[in-house]
């Protein structure tokens, strides 16, 4: 498997949120899960955006689902995470989790 | 036409139409917030897609409005010159028929002799403009509808800047009249309109 590329904070963000919505993931739900989870909700905009430069990238895949009536007959675009995508996500947590080990904050919190 | 069709199709002109579709069906889905957060959302997500697909492949863009220029210079040329020869036939046979008995218009016909006074310069200079400024760059937004389908708007602003650059160095001269750099958001609109006309006239990818 070729190298992961480095990865944005946001984009980290969202191939979590897909990975812990699991099969139901598309853009409705996976906005909600990140807003849930960070406390703040993502525009549109960027969300798409983003999961389209993933997709490029080979991180994500999609697919179209069925047309539903409830919206307006439109399909849902369902993402999934590539292993290329899962081994570039964990990578970029252990990188976090290796500068937070043992760091004392200002204050004297302990991470 | 319904305001989630008419946001598909501004979402479909920077983007691919299934893509739109499935970003509609998403804002649907979230239709209680309201017109106003619909809106706004749609505003930015065309904003942002735009956005990207200027950056996507901006020299490509660049390249294929040179080209652009160069067709549209001699699409102008050929529809100058066979518009002049149509108007020319047009305006001379009115002359005839209202100065001329019809054994005369025969004779003057027969050989070929056209002997009736020049168009007036107002009605050439309409003519030219017309062609100029709306039926060649209508005709090249079609063009472009066909070859850069979901990316009509990046190339259309990124044709208002080569295409100012152009008219600056290289202006179209027609029989008195050039594409001078002010006209060029007027045309960039009809090439707009082509491309508009050419994406609801053609069937949608499959």
Known sequence: MAAAPPLGEFEQVVLLAILRVGDDAYGVTIRREIAECTEREPAPGALYTTLDRLEEKGLVASKYGDPTPERGGRAKRYFTVTARGVHAVARAQRAYQRLMKGLVLPGGARA | M??????????????????????????????????????????????????????????????????????????SAVLAVAGYVVVTLVWGLAYVSNNHTGLELLTDLLRIR???????????????????????????????????????????????????????????????????????PVMVMFVLAGALRERFRLPAPS
């Open chain 2, 114 to 184: 056209f002997n009736w006074p020049p168009i007036p310069d107002a009605a050439t200079y309409l003519i030219q403009a017309v062609v100029l400024f709306v039926i060649a760059p209508f005709h090249i937004g079609r063009g472009s509808a066909r070859f850069w389908r979901g990316h009509e708007v990046s190339l259309a602003v990124v044709m208002l800047v080569v295409w100012t650059g152009m008219a600056a160095f290289v202006p179209l001269v027609g029989i008195g009249i050039a594409a001078r750099p002010a006209m060029v």
């Open chain 2, 2 to 75: 319904r305001k989630a069709d008419v946001a598909e199709t501004l979402l479909s002109l920077v983007g691919s139409a299934e893509r739109a579709r499935s970003f509609v069906g998403d804002l649907m889905e979230e239709r209680e917030r309201g017109r106003v957060w619909f809106w706004r959302s749609v505003t930015r997500l065309w904003l942002a897609l735009l956005g990207r697909d200027l950056l996507s492949a901006p020299l490509t863009m660049a390249i294929s409005c040179v080209i652009a220029w160069f067709l549209y210079m001699l699409l």
